[in-house]
C-alpha cells in the first residue's frame, strides 16, 4: 500500500549520517552504501524495479510537511485506496503465438501523435520537490515523447516550460472566482503555444479535508511561515506561481469557484479555439454534460482521491463512461496507475491514454528529470511487456476482450 512512511526518527539519523560523513571527508560512494538501510533503497534511477521504488527516496529528500501534501488524500484516504483495489478486479488474458516482435506505443489524442499514451498529470507547486521545479519534467517530457499537462500552480512560466519541452503541453486550468482572471490565464496558456486547456472541475468547492497533509505539517520541525504566510489567503497561494505574475489579483479571492456550472464550460470555448478538456468527471451523466456543452475531451479522474472521499475509484468508474461516450471525444483517465499492467486494464476498458500524478513527482523528487525519465521509461517498458503477454500490438486494439473479471 502506498502508505507514508512516517519515520521521524530514522529520518533524523540518515541526516546526522549524512552530515557527519560530510564533516569527515567520506566519499559519497560509501555514504551512499551506508545509506542503503533497507533492500528497496535504491541510490541511482537505473536502479529502480518499479516506479513505487522511488518513493521512500522521494520521502527523504522532502520536507513532511511537502511529503504530506503530495501523498494525502482526504478525510481517511480511502478514495486512495479505492483507485489502487479496483485494479485487483480485473485480470489480464494471455494470449500465445501471435507475433510481437513488434510493440507500438504510439498514441493520438486530439491530433497530435505521442510516444506513449501515459501522460504527465498536471501537479502544483513542483519546487516544493525540486530546485528546477517544472522545468526537469519539461526536460523528461520533451526526451520521452511524452505529453505533459501544467497545472494553474505552477511555479514556472508556461513560456519557459514550453521552451523547454520544445513542444506543446496541455494547460490545466482553475478559473478562480474572477472571470477576468481566469479569461486572462486562457489567453495567456494560448499565446504561450498549450494546445489544450484541460479546466478541472473537481475541486470548484474546493474539495475535503485532507487530514494527512494536516498531521504530516504538524510533524514538520522546519519553520514553514518563512515561505507560506497563511494570513494572506488567496495572495500567499499564488505568490510564487508564475501564471498570476502578471496581474494584479483584482476581484480573485480564491483558486476555484463553487458556483459555477456547466455554462463555464461554453465561456472556455469562447475565449479560446484550443481545444477544451474537462478533468474531475466520474458519472455517465456528467459526461455526457460535459460534450453537450462542448468539451473536445474527458478525463475520469477524482484528483488522485484528494477531491471527495466517494470510495469510488476512477477506473471502477470508467466503463459506464465509455459506454455513454462511445468514442466521441477522447477519454482519459488518472489515479492510482502504478504499473504498466494498470495502464493496460485502464486501455482496455475504455480509457484513451492515462495520466500519472505522484509517481512522477517521486522520480524528479529523487533524481531530477532523470528520475522522471526513469518512471515514463519503467511505465512504457511494462506495458510493452503485458502487451506482448496478451498478444496485442498497437494502443489501439487493446479492449475489453483482453481482459476477464475476477473474483
Ligand atoms: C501534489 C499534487 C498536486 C496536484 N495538483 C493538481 C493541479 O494543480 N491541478 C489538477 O488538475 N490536478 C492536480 N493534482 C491531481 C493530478 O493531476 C492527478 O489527478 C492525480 O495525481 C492522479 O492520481 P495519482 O497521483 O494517483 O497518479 C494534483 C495531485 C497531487 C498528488
Known amino acids: 500500500m502506498e502508505r507514508p512512511i512516517v519515520d521521524p526518527y530514522r529520518r533524523r539519523f540518515l541526516r546526522f549520517l549524512t552530515l557527519g560523513a560530510a564533516a569527515g571527508g567520506i566519499s559519497g560512494a560509501a555514504l551512499a552504501q551506508t545509506l542503503r ?3 528497496r533503497d535504491i541510490l541511482e534511477a537505473k536502479e529502480a524495479l518499479n516506479v513505487s521504488d522511488f518513493l521512500p527516496i522521494a520521502e527523504r529528500t522532502m520536507r513532511p510537511a511537502h511529503f504530506g501534501y503530495l501523498q494525502t488524500g482526504v ?27 513488434r ?31 517544472e522545468r526537469p519534467v519539461a526536460r523528461a517530457a520533451r526526451s520521452r515523447g511524452a505529453l505533459q499537462i501544467l497545472s494553474t500552480m505552477t511555479n514556472i512560466s508556461i513560456e519557459t516550460v514550453i521552451a523547454d519541452r520544445q513542444g506543446p503541453i496541455w494547460f490545466q486550468l482553475y478559473p478562480t472566482n474572477d472571470m477576468d482572471i481566469a ?23 474546493g474539495g475535503m479535508r485532507r487530514e494527512t497533509q494536516e498531521r504530516l505539517a504538524r510533524m514538520d520541525p522546519g519553520d514553514c511561515s518563512s515561505c507560506h504566510d497563511r ?25 476555484n469557484n463553487p458556483s459555477l456550472t456547466w455554462e463555464f464550460i461554453r465561456r472556455l470555448r469562447d475565449w479560446t479555439d484550443k481545444k ?42 470508467l466503463p459506464a463512461i465509455a459506454e455513454k461516450i462511445n468514442r466521441r471525444v477522447p477519454l482519459l483517465l488518472d489515479g492510482g496507475i502504478r504499473r504498466g499492467t494498470d495502464v493496460f ?18 522520480g524528479l523528487s529523487a533524481f531530477g528529470s532523470e528520475g522522471v525519465e526513469a518512471v515514463l521509461n519503467i511505465m512504457d517498458e511494462e506495458l510493452r511487456s503485458v502487451m506482448q503477454q496478451a498478444g496485442v500490438t498497437r494502443i489501439g486494439a487493446i479492449g475489453r476482450n483482453n481482459l476477464t473479471p475476477l473474483g
Not at 75 to 101: F, H
Not at 106 to 117: N, V
Request: hydrophobic share 45%; proline share 3%; with cysteine.
Open 345 to 362: 486494464k485502464a486501455l482496455a476498458l475504455g480509457a484513451s491514454a492515462v495520466c500519472v500524478g505522484r509517481p512522477y513527482i517521486w
Open 75 to 101: 478525510l481517511d484516504d480511502g478514495t486512495i485506496d479505492a483507485n489502487r483495489a479496483a485494479y485487483r478486479n480485473w485480470g489480464i488474458r494471455a494470449r500465445r503465438l501471435i507475433d510481437v516482435s
Open 231 to 255: 494570513s494572506a489567503g488567496f495572495a500567499d497561494l499564488v505568490r510564487r506561481k508564475a501564471m498570476f505574475d502578471r496581474f494584479d489579483l483584482g476581484e480573485a479571492r480564491t483558486l
Open 103 to 133: 510493440i507500438d506505443l504510439t498514441t493520438k489524442l486530439l491530433g497530435e501523435t505521442w510516444a506513449s499514451p501515459v501522460v504527465l498529470a498536471p501537479v502544483a507547486s513542483q519546487r516544493a520537490y525540486h530546485h528546477e521545479a
Open 276 to 317: 477544451v478538456l474537462v478533468k474531475g468527471i466520474m458519472t455517465p451523466e456528467d459526461a455526457e454534460m460535459a460534450l453537450a456543452y462542448g468539451a473536445d475531451g474527458l478525463i475520469v479522474s477524482n484528483h488522485g482521491g484528494r477531491a471527495e472521499e466517494s470510495l469510488v475509484g476512477t477506473l471502477d468508474a
Open 183 to 205: 479569461k486572462a490565464l486562457v489567453t495567456r496558456a494560448d499565446r504561450a503555444g498549450a494546445s489544450a486547456i484541460v479546466f478541472t472541475a473537481d475541486l470548484l468547492s
Open 37 to 39: 538501510v533497507s533492500p
